[in-house]
């Protein structure tokens, strides 16, 4: 890709063409400066058809207001809209309306509030709120879904796959099967969600941390291809690597041939001083070959060395993986506890692909329209209940209970404050029958979710590393129940209305003939 194809398909033209239409038709109407009011959120969890998410891993956000910060409309861009011709080979663009779109403070009365990258997200719920001249925030629209719904999507697989897999290491190996140039996007949401490092070079060292890989079976092959063998492959390798030597053992016989092999070689590395790291396991039955070699290696008096286990993992596969050592281990004599605490997993294609619910199904819907000094509810009413969408401007909090655990999102109005000094009742945003009052006595605190990201144009907000998103997710995480984080069948986590927003809410149904929710 050419220097400027580059900068004229990844600046401000990275949106849908219609965004441009419909802005300029704002721009026309004279709406194209009335404040307005967007909200990102995703309608569903990711269903992989045998399983089911119950919450999301926040990512993206860092990338889209980089983006949006240096977003454009250049003379380069001007004059591509300015060629673009219609049906009847006339401009589709007006003068008037590309010199607005060209002037230098565009997207300067742009303000974004939005949960930190990181945080647990549920379905429904405002993720990112962006604020400003109608056709300007209307072109923001596909960039942000862009950014926001791929990160998202693969956070969130990382996090269930680190759950599944007790929280060990786990390695992201997926650039080879991503979607191009995406696989740096979602190298760095595996981060966030769950990995703990990744084989993709370029992106561990623009985060500042070391990438990480062992070998391929090309290396054992080309050995054996030139008159040697796989023990020669080893001690090329253990010779260069003597500190970081793990050895993928299953290229011709992994019990027979490639563990043994490994071992002789770390008993070399030890008589020079050198401790081997471990090896790697890439076909057959992941969990026998594991509960077996854990104990030759033990017997060989390397209990420390770890075993990396890879090939078409996922949260389930892993997951039936440590099951199978439980029952097995101990018919070996291996500990179970010991064993399961010595296991990293390289995770490819189910990971960056997030294999089974390939898009996050994110979208971008106008919430309030600012008109005469006041602010209007903008209103969506659909067959679908789940996607009449909760109008007005508002403010997401979360609710903890005394455990500390978190029990409930509630969407409430801009201007409502929300307290745990009293009770709180929580109405169901689509079931008109479906309410609970929530006690005083059982809050422990409630905490808002949504930042100040980007006020006027300006950043306000001081984007955290990657170590302390993670730490910021594992806080989350461990706030939730163990129902909704199950791999199967979650628990749903509640995110309800206020009783004013509801009332809102069904005023506004009951406007268009529509007498109840459900």
Not at 294 to 299: C, G, I, P, R, T
Not at 311 to 318: F, P, Q, S, T, Y
């Given at each position: 890709?050419s220097m400027r194809?580059?900068r004229?398909?990844?600046?401000?033209?990275?949106?849908?063409f219609?965004?441009?239409t419909?802005?300029q038709?704002?721009?026309?109407?004279k709406i194209?400066?009335?404040r307005?009011?967007?909200e990102?959120?995703?309608?569903h969890?990711?269903d992989?058809g045998?399983?089911k998410?119950?919450?999301?891993v926040?990512?993206?956000?860092?990338?889209?207001?980089?983006w949006?910060k240096s977003?454009?409309?250049?003379?380069?861009a001007i004059?591509?809209?300015?060629?673009?011709?219609?049906?009847?080979g006339?401009r589709?663009f007006?003068?008037?309306f590309?010199?607005?779109l060209?002037r230098e403070?565009?997207?300067?009365?742009?303000?974004?509030?939005?949960?930190a990258?990181?945080?647990i997200?549920h379905?429904?719920?405002?993720?990112a709120?962006?604020?400003?001249?109608?056709?300007e925030?209307?072109?923001l629209e596909?960039?942000?879904?862009n950014h926001?719904?791929?990160?998202?999507?693969?956070a969130t697989?990382?996090a269930?796959?680190?759950?599944?897999?007790?929280?060990?290491p786990?390695?992201?190996?997926?650039?080879?099967r991503a979607?191009?140039?995406g696989a740096?996007?979602?190298?760095r949401?595996a981060?966030?969600g769950g990995?703990?490092f990744?084989?993709?070079?370029?992106?561990?060292?623009a985060?500042?941390?070391?990438p990480?890989?062992?070998?391929?079976?090309?290396m054992?092959?080309?050995?054996?291809?030139?008159?040697?063998?796989?023990i020669?492959?080893f001690?090329a390798y253990?010779?260069?690597?003597?500190?970081n030597?793990i050895?993928?053992v299953?290229?011709i016989d992994?019990?027979?041939?490639?563990?043994p092999?490994a071992?002789?070689?770390?008993?070399?590395?030890?008589k020079?001083?050198?401790?081997p790291?471990?090896?790697?396991l890439?076909?057959?039955?992941?969990?026998?070959l594991?509960?077996?070699?854990?104990?030759?290696?033990?017997?060989?008096?390397f209990?420390?060395?770890?075993?990396?286990?890879?090939n078409?993992?996922?949260?389930?596969v892993?997951?039936?993986i440590?099951?199978?050592i439980k029952?097995e281990?101990?018919?070996y004599?291996v500990?179970t506890?010991?064993l399961?605490?010595?296991?990293?997993?390289?995770?490819?294609?189910?990971l960056?692909?997030s294999?089974?619910?390939?898009a996050?199904?994110?979208?971008?819907k106008?919430?309030a329209?600012?008109?005469?000094g006041?602010?209007?509810?903008a209103?969506?009413?659909?067959?679908?209940?789940?996607?009449t969408?909760?109008?007005?401007r508002?403010?997401?909090?979360?609710?903890?209970?005394?455990?500390?655990?978190?029990?409930a999102?509630?969407?409430a109005l801009?201007?409502?404050?929300?307290?745990?000094?009293?009770?709180?009742l929580l109405?169901?945003p689509?079931?008109s029958?479906?309410k609970?009052?929530?006690?005083?006595g059982e809050i422990?605190?409630?905490?808002?979710?949504?930042e100040?990201?980007v006020?006027?144009?300006r950043?306000?907000?001081?984007f955290?590393s990657?170590?302390?998103?993670r730490?910021?997710r594992?806080?989350?995480l461990n706030a939730?129940?163990?129902g909704?984080?199950?791999?199967?069948?979650p628990h749903?986590y509640?995110?309800?209305?206020?009783?004013?927003l509801?009332e809102?809410?069904?005023?506004l149904?009951?406007?268009?003939?529509?007498?109840?929710m459900?």
């Amino acid at each position: 890709m050419s220097m400027r194809t580059q900068r004229i398909s990844e600046g401000i033209l990275y949106t849908d063409f219609y965004q441009l239409t419909m802005a300029q038709l704002y721009f026309h109407s004279k709406i194209h400066i009335k404040r307005a009011q967007f909200e990102y959120f995703f309608r569903h969890y990711p269903d992989y058809g045998s399983h089911k998410a119950g919450f999301c891993v926040n990512a993206g956000l860092y990338p889209f207001i980089k983006w949006m910060k240096s977003a454009r409309f250049d003379e380069e861009a001007i004059g591509l809209l300015r060629a673009h011709k219609g049906l009847c080979g006339k401009r589709l663009f007006g003068d008037a309306f590309l010199k607005w779109l060209g002037r230098e403070d565009f997207l300067s009365s742009v303000s974004v509030r939005a949960v930190a990258e990181g945080r647990i997200v549920h379905a429904g719920t405002p993720i990112a709120v962006v604020e400003g001249p109608l056709a300007e925030v209307q072109i923001l629209e596909s960039s942000l879904l862009n950014h926001l719904n791929y990160q998202t999507l693969i956070a969130t697989k990382a996090a269930r796959v680190k759950e599944a897999c007790y929280r060990q290491p786990v390695l992201e190996f997926g650039l080879r099967r991503a979607q191009s140039r995406g696989a740096n996007a979602g190298a760095r949401a595996a981060l966030i969600g769950g990995a703990d490092f990744t084989s993709n070079t370029g992106v561990s060292y623009a985060l500042g941390y070391p990438p990480k890989g062992t070998h391929a079976h090309s290396m054992v092959q080309a050995f054996i291809a030139l008159g040697q063998s796989e023990i020669d492959a080893f001690r090329a390798y253990a010779e260069l690597y003597p500190d970081n030597c793990i050895l993928l053992v299953d290229t011709i016989d992994t019990l027979e041939s490639g563990i043994p092999n490994a071992i002789k070689v770390f008993r070399e590395l030890r008589k020079r001083g050198h401790e081997p790291a471990g090896i790697r396991l890439d076909s057959g039955d992941l969990a026998y070959l594991a509960v077996v070699a854990a104990k030759m290696l033990d017997e060989a008096g390397f209990p420390d060395a770890k075993i990396v286990l890879s090939n078409k993992l996922n949260e389930i596969v892993i997951w039936q993986i440590i099951s199978q050592i439980k029952k097995e281990a101990s018919k070996y004599g291996v500990d179970t506890d010991s064993l399961i605490t010595r296991l990293l997993y390289g995770v490819g294609t189910a990971l960056i692909t997030s294999e089974g619910s390939s898009a996050l199904d994110g979208v971008y819907k106008i919430t309030a329209l600012k008109d005469g000094g006041k602010w209007q509810p903008a209103f969506k009413i659909s067959e679908s209940a789940e996607k009449t969408i909760n109008p007005c401007r508002k403010r997401l909090w979360r609710i903890y209970d005394r455990r500390k655990k978190a029990v409930a999102d509630l969407l409430a109005l801009y201007e409502e404050e929300v307290s745990g000094e009293e009770d709180i009742l929580l109405r169901h945003p689509t079931r008109s029958a479906m309410k609970r009052v929530l006690k005083a006595g059982e809050i422990g605190y409630i905490e808002p979710m949504l930042e100040d990201i980007v006020r006027d144009g300006r950043s306000v907000y001081d984007f955290p590393s990657i170590d302390e998103i993670r730490r910021v997710r594992n806080r989350d995480l461990n706030a939730l129940d163990d129902g909704v984080k199950r791999i199967i069948e979650p628990h749903r986590y509640h995110v309800s209305l206020s009783q004013r927003l509801w009332e809102v809410k069904q005023g506004l149904l009951n406007s268009f003939g529509k007498r109840d929710m459900d």
